[in-house]
């Protein structure tokens, strides 16, 4: 099955029906798409023709990389790898992926467009985020965008799926459709928001609210996915959904590879999460997550993970949902 999400013009001034479209897609998936978000084709095809190039240099010469800069396959899965850049200083940490290759004049401008990139989506993230706090009405924006999201910052990832020829992949996990692989597992994501740039392949899913089913996030020209993550699901007191995802890869037919960006915008290490009463109080009263200082989230990620990426099972819901009774 395949969704319509509801789609979001970050161009046009807020309206009562855009807002409250785009509150229930938030509660419902946590997933919706944006357009006129001001990233140009030709910024695009640049980001990918540069990132190709790295893509294809050999796997010794990435490694030079380390980590976090470049993820090698068989960390996340086997057809996935991946080059962080983060920011604030987008250029400075591009650069010091990139330092290690000969061909300095490319990287230079290499470095020059991620930071472009990066500092895009960063303003992107902030009007999103805007039109989010809009959404719950109540003038949520003036009191709690610069006190709460003011020191939010950004990375991002650029992503390469690739499946191996035939006959060098009879180890790997097949799902019960012989010719879906998972590219990327399920997971949630541990920013406030983040935005995904998919190509026309496609292959992202979301698990439906009932726990079972999965929908296809397909393809859009033009536009973005927005989808909300676990951090921002704690601070609007689980209002929000942070919903698991994953993309899968369809064996047959699939030619070339699978690219993609996905920009997390999170808070600061130092931030401590405790949802406004104002906001616990619109959901009966009841509060859901204790206060947690988000670097410490992270870690608690990281350290359910043993460097194996973003899986399922441990969420906020784990490290921060108060028990009830
Ligand atoms: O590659 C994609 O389309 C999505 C990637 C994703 O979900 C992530 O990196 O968290
Ligand atoms: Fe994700």
Redo the contacts with the bound molecule.
């Keep these: 099955m395949s969704l319509e999400l509801p789609v979001f013009d970050i161009s046009k001034p807020l309206s009562e029906s855009s807002l409250s479209s785009l509150q229930d897609a938030c509660k419902e998936w946590g997933f919706f798409y944006v357009t006129n978000h001001g990233v140009s084709g030709d910024m695009y095809r640049k980001l990918r023709r540069f990132s190709g190039g790295v893509f294809g240099l050999g796997d010794e010469e990435k490694m030079k990389m380390g980590a976090p800069n470049y993820t090698p396959h068989f960390i996340a899965s086997p057809f996935f790898e991946s080059l962080r850049v983060s920011g604030p200083d987008f250029y400075a940490s591009a650069k010091s992926s990139v330092d290690a290759f000969s061909d300095q004049a490319t990287y230079e401008e290499f470095s020059g467009l991620m930071k472009e990139y990066g500092e895009k989506m960063t303003e992107l993230c902030e009007k999103i985020m805007k039109a989010i706090l809009s959404s719950f009405g109540d003038d949520l924006i003036n009191k709690y965008y610069e006190s709460e999201f003011g020191k939010c910052h950004g990375y991002f ?1 650029i ?1 390469n799926y690739t499946i191996p020829s035939e006959q060098d992949d009879h180890h790997h996990h097949h799902n019960d459709d012989q010719d879906l692989i998972e590219g ?1 597992g399920m ?1 949630t ?1 541990m920013s406030c928001i ?1 935005i ?1 740039d ?1 190509d026309d392949i496609g ?2 899913q979301v698990r439906c609210k009932d726990g079972v089913g999965m929908m296809d996030i397909n393809p859009k020209d033009e536009a973005l996915v927005v989808n909300v993550g676990d951090l921002l699901h704690a601070w609007t007191n689980g209002r929000l959904r942070s919903s698991q ?1 994953r ?1 899968v890869l369809k064996r047959r037919g699939f030619v070339g590879n699978r690219f ?1 960006l ?1 920009f997390f915008w999170c808070f600061d290490d130092e931030k401590v999460v405790f949802t406004p009463d104002e906001v616990v109080g619109c959901c009966e009263g009841m509060r859901m997550f204790r206060s947690f200082k988000c670097g410490d989230y992270l870690r608690f990620r990281e350290s359910n993970e043993k460097g194996k990426f ?1 899986k399922v099972g441990d969420t906020v819901e784990d490290f921060a949902r108060i028990e009830l009774g």
């Design positions: 990832r992503n990327l997971h994501d983040t995904v998919q292959g992202l995802h993309v993609s996905a973003e």
